[in-house]
């Protein structure tokens, strides 16, 4: 059962769920590791769409896949090319695998590497 959840603006969270962005960096660490809901925010990250491709907006503010965390790293100038951002001291780096998209359903995201209701839990 997923317990997690942990929400990123598009395009990353699509890219994320298609496996195409293995890690994903963050200003904070965490400990955990095990299945995560990957949810969309409301609001794109509109830079990167230009860059990396437009997401619909029907996209926006949803559940798209599932990951597994595999670990929490310091981020490395090695590893801008799969986090899409450049390196910067300080940032650590996710490590997602088993990638799986699902049916998108409309979600509100939260901040952090939440925790999933008993009614959101699936």
Aim: charged share 25%; proline share 10%.
């Amino acid at each position: 059962m997923i317990k997690r959840g942990l929400t990123l603006k598009n395009p990353y969270a699509k890219l994320v769920v298609m496996g195409a962005k293995p890690l994903e960096s963050r200003t904070w660490h965490s400990e955990y590791l095990g299945p995560l809901l990957i949810t969309s925010s409301k609001s794109p990250d509109q830079d990167a769409e230009l860059r990396l491709g437009r997401t619909k907006p029907e996209d926006q503010g949803m559940a798209l896949g599932l990951v597994t965390m595999k670990g929490c790293r310091p981020m490395t100038r090695e590893d801008e090319d799969q986090v899409l951002a450049p390196w910067t001291p300080g940032r650590w780096v996710f490590y997602f695998v088993n990638p799986m998209p699902i049916q998108p359903f409309k979600f509100k995201g939260r901040l952090g590497l939440f925790h999933l209701t008993p009614q959101e839990q699936r």
